[in-house]
């Protein structure tokens, strides 16, 4: 099976990018699951009900979110009111939390598929529980008794360190783990000892002559005043979708391949 994953989608551009090439990518490369991290989606924070049932009509399978989850908290009743959703959550957030860390999919072969999400804790000033604890208490009996085929574990975090340290520790337990959140995409995309797929993190789906997404100037002005009342706005230059595609087979001799499609950062992959 081929999956693919696509970094944080920022703003309009962002998601303009997605519904124009969702399509083609699927085609050209034969996916058969597709993850999209959603939660920059509604103009740089959060994420709608509109927008994430419009990703899913482009073909998306499951989004995810991260630290911006609940910016439009529009979404909260929304998931309630619509039990079987497919958004997932940091699996982390404190107990009682709205929404779910992880879901198992049935693909229309059969195969069964994890798909989880944990964020980190360094420099991230959300009540958070240990990513480690959540992922043994709450992830790996499921793996392991629930005939799980493919699990896939995204890592939202700051900090490059505690991305790799979250998949050395599980190396040979997920089909693949992969980062996000940093909106710059590592070129580390790699084959663990035992056999997970890794890439530190995939980037962002969005424009790139940008600072992480968001207009320069305010950006700039704000790192260079300290004042924290400008604005940060997702920039709307064309925008670039970066992420990864995921290739497993029976043997589990699995591959993982970075990708950056249209804008700045654009591999011709299309082409």
Not at 45 to 73: F, P, Q
Not at 87 to 111: A, D, M, V, W, Y
Request: charged share 20%; aromatic share 8%.
């Amino acid at each position: 099976m081929k999956f693919l994953v696509i970094g944080d989608v920022v703003g309009r551009t962002g998601r303009l990018a997605l519904q124009n090439n969702l399509s083609k990518i699927k085609d050209q490369f034969k996916i058969d699951f597709t993850i999209v991290n959603g939660e920059n989606s509604a103009g740089g924070y959060g994420i709608t009900s509109k927008i994430y049932e419009e990703m899913m009509n482009w073909g998306v399978d499951a989004v995810t979110l991260g630290n911006h989850a609940w910016k439009k908290d529009e979404i909260i009743p929304y998931m309630e009111s619509n039990p079987n959703h497919n958004i997932i959550r940091p699996l982390n957030f404190p107990e009682g939390s709205p929404g779910q860390g992880f879901k198992i999919f049935t693909h229309l072969n059969g195969k069964r598929i994890l798909v989880c999400q944990v964020h980190g804790e360094t420099f991230i000033d959300l009540p958070l529980d240990n990513p480690f604890q959540s992922i043994d208490t709450k992830i790996l009996s499921i793996i392991n008794d629930h005939d799980i085929d493919y699990s896939f574990l995204e890592v939202h975090a700051e900090v490059t360190s505690e991305k790799n340290g979250i998949a050395q520790h599980y190396d040979g337990k997920f089909t693949a783990i992969y980062g996000t959140h940093v909106h710059i995409p590592t070129m580390d995309a790699r084959i663990l000892d035992k056999g997970t797929c890794f890439q530190t993190d995939i980037g962002m789906t969005g424009d790139y002559n940008s600072v992480i997404g968001m207009k320069k100037d305010n950006a700039i002005k704000r790192m260079r005043t300290k004042n924290l009342t400008h604005r940060l706005e997702p920039a709307e230059g064309e925008a670039t979708i970066s992420g990864a595609i995921i290739t497993t087979n029976p043997d589990n001799n699995n591959s993982i391949q970075s990708i950056q499609i249209g804008g700045v950062l654009d591999r011709n992959l299309l082409s």
